[in-house]
Nanobody, 128 residues
Framework: QVQLVESGGGLVQAGGSLRVSCAAS????????MGWFRQVPGKEREFVGA????????YYADSVKGRFTISRDNAKNTVYLQMNSLKPEDTAVYYC?????????????????????WGQGTQVTVSS
């Protein structure tokens, strides 16, 4: 019902910046909130940040607070994750996820179980 396509990953030097995109299509009216997660091989998927689809409220993990920013372009049905002051420990596959209205409130937005739809992920590598 909702498709998410991520793009914008790449190789960046420490201290650099990168913006990854998540384009939503399909029944986007079902989306209540968008979350960003990241995952390193062998580790659990980690919450990065989340924000309401139509509003301006956002929440970030402490590890990225002050460095990462979630923004939206409603006309393009696209959510962005702007990553500044990147560190090697930020290296991961970054995923966007959509939480539906029907499931909102069932789980905390920091939990992967809260989200109904996931993008394919985009690799972000930060070199020292």
């Amino acid at each position: 019902q909702v498709q998410l396509v991520e793009s914008g990953g790449g190789l960046v030097q420490a201290g650099g910046s990168l913006r990854v995109s998540c384009a939503a299509s399909g029944r986007t009216f079902e989306i209540y909130a968008m979350g960003w997660f990241r995952q390193v091989p062998g580790k659990e998927r980690e919450f990065v940040g989340a924000g309401s689809w139509s509003g301006g409220s956002t929440y970030y993990a402490d590890s990225v607070k002050g460095r990462f920013t979630i923004s939206r372009d409603n006309a393009k049905n696209t959510v962005y994750l702007q990553m500044n002051s990147l560190k090697p420990e930020d290296t991961a596959v970054y995923y966007c996820a959509a939480e539906s209205h029907s499931r909102s409130g069932t789980y905390a937005y920091t939990q992967i179980a809260a989200y109904d739809y996931w993008g394919q992920g985009t690799q972000v590598t930060v070199s020292s």
